[in-house]
T-cell receptor, first 112, second 114 residues
Framework: EADIYQTPRYLVIGTGKKITLECSQT?????MYWYQQDPGMELHLIHY???????EKGDLSSESTVSRIRTEHFPLTLESARPSHTSQYLC???????????FGSGTRLTVV | AQSVTQLGSHVSVSEGALVLLRCNYS??????LFWYVQYPNQGLQLLLK??????LVKGINGFEAEFKKSETSFHLTKPSAHMSDAAEYFC????????????FGKGTKLTVNP
């Protein structure tokens, strides 16, 4: 069973609202990732982190930001939600030297 | 640039039949390769991975995959499908020593008919 937790599981929010998607892992993994998933499409990497105080943007242009103040916590924030942000957001982690990523159950975001 | 092609967005098999999900990759060097499974309203679960050891990789739930460098393929198989195998399956590739990016295919939805 995965030890990576995402909250909320589902979120419906109005345009222009600020939201934070939470991701926490209890495995002590140093590397963490945020992927965006749309039906019938590849997962796209939007942010990643090598460790505390390290964050990088992925390939997919994203208006979101992330922070990594603690090893176990990697929240993703949208300052002003738009309908185009409607998607599923998946958080993942892995320890250095091991390439089996552990994924959370995802947050399904709908912006109306 | 790396890419992953999964042939067939939908595959349907009968319970007890062979499952074959196809994955071809494009990479300048042999990469790390993965198969993930996603059940409805869940995240992705690692089925198996190839990291340059044995070319035939056994995973969970009776699945296995064979890395064929000459064919740039990493097809997923299971001898006998079970109803519980119905899910979406994603093939993914990561360049060795390269970027952190895990490149995914578009997924194959497996239906198992009774």
């Amino acid at each position: 069973e995965a030890d990576i937790y995402q909250t909320p599981r589902y979120l419906v929010i109005g345009t222009g609202k600020k939201i934070t998607l939470e991701c926490s892992q209890t495995m002590g993994h140093d590397k963490m990732y945020w992927y965006q998933q749309d039906p019938g499409m590849e997962l796209h990497l939007i942010h990643y982190s090598y460790g505390v105080n390290s964050t990088e943007k992925g390939d997919l242009s994203s208006e979101s930001t992330v922070s990594r103040i603690r090893t176990e916590h990697f929240p993703l924030t949208l300052e002003s939600a738009r309908p185009s942000h409607t998607s599923q957001y998946l958080c993942a982690s892995r320890p250095t030297g091991y390439y089996g990523y552990t994924f959370g159950s995802g947050t399904r975001l709908t912006v109306v | 640039a790396q890419s992953v092609t999964q042939l067939g967005s939908h595959v349907s098999v009968s319970e007890g039949a062979l499952v074959l999900l196809r994955c071809n990759y494009s990479s300048s060097v042999p990469p790390y390769l993965f198969w993930y499974v996603q059940y409805p309203n869940q995240g992705l679960q690692l089925l198996l991975k190839y990291t340059s050891a044995a070319t035939l990789v056994k995973g969970i739930n009776g699945f296995e995959a064979e890395f064929k460098k000459s064919e740039t393929s990493f097809h997923l198989t299971k001898p006998s499908a079970h109803m519980s195998d119905a899910a979406e399956y994603f093939c993914a590739v990561k360049k060795k020593g390269g970027s952190e990016k895990l490149v995914f295919g578009k997924g194959t939805k497996l239906t198992v008919n009774p």
